[in-house]
């Protein structure tokens, strides 16, 4: 299982790297966990970088959860629709556990 830790904002400009860090984990280890508590802000473009992670990891029998949103975030994904796709947990432990 890999742990990755976002922080600060990610937008049009960021995303590109997010989605680049998150595949080359998803091929190492098909389980993820997004750590989320850093993250200020997080555009379309993240979103997308984070469901095709989720989409890769499903397809190789993995999956991807999600560890201490920010209500800010939490609000966007849920409007959205993302977090009816990802499990949410409150802590970084109870994430992993759920694996």
Known sequence: MTVASISG???SVTALTLDTELE???RENNRLVLD???TAYMS???MR???KTL?????SGGAVKLARVP???GEVLQTVGMLEMLQSYPSVD???ASF
């Open 9 to 11: 904002r990610v937008d």
């Open 24 to 26: 080359k984990m998803a």
């Open 36 to 38: 989320l508590k850093d």
């Open 44 to 46: 379309s473009a993240g």
């Open 49 to 51: 970088a984070v469901l």
């Open 55 to 59: 989409q890769n990891a499903k397809k």
């Open 71 to 73: 209500d800010l975030v």
């Open 94 to 96: 109870e994430a992993v």
